[in-house]
């Protein structure tokens, strides 16, 4: 194979993990298969005709792109003014089969009760919390994405943190022997 099929095929995986991310954060935002899928067709569009768009295979492409997914879903939650419950089918998957169905039990209790608590976030709570722990981008990225300051970001997520936490705390949650 030639380096430049390996490249290209390297640069189309990268690609298709970026949209299928995309999609994702798109549909917890607006829990809507259509919306979602509309959302990063148009955001891969735009990257693809913007002049001021990083090269897909640019290492800043990620973070410009979830920009304009986030900023695309905010515009369609404001023009349809509701307020929604989101779930993913990527976070239901169905648990490995276990010799020990109580931890089995155990982890799908503690899944679901932290997707009902996020689904609880305000919607700047919930977009972070998502962008740093459920798509690992760096703090930078994140400030990038939002168009806010590095700061801001440690502090917003902290909030979202304690905010996630008095939450499941409040629906009888044990975190570290709280109740």
Not at 4 to 20: L, N
Not at 91 to 115: F, G, N, V, W
Request: include cysteine.
């Amino acid at each position: 194979m030639t380096k430049f099929k390996e490249y290209t095929m390297q640069v189309s995986e990268e690609f298709e993990e970026c949209r299928r991310q995309a999609y994702a954060l798109a549909y917890r935002l607006l829990n809507n298969h259509d919306d979602a899928l509309e959302v990063v067709q148009s955001s891969i569009e735009k990257g693809i005709n913007h002049p001021g768009a990083p090269a897909l295979d640019h290492s800043e492409f990620k973070p410009w792109l979830f920009t304009v997914v986030r900023n695309k879903s905010i515009d369609i939650l404001r023009h349809q003014k509701r307020v929604q419950k989101v779930e993913h089918e990527e976070y239901h998957s169905s648990a490995p089969i276990s010799s020990e169905p109580d931890k089995t039990l155990q982890r799908l209790q503690l899944k679901e009760s932290l997707e009902n608590a996020i689904n609880q976030l305000n919607m700047q709570q919930k977009e972070i919390i998502l962008l740093r722990d459920y798509h690992n981008f760096s703090y930078a990225d994140i400030a990038k994405i939002l168009g806010i300051a590095n700061g801001s970001v440690m502090s917003r997520l902290h909030r979202a943190r304690m905010a996630l936490r008095e939450i499941l705390i409040k629906d009888g949650f044990s975190l570290g022997g709280e109740q």
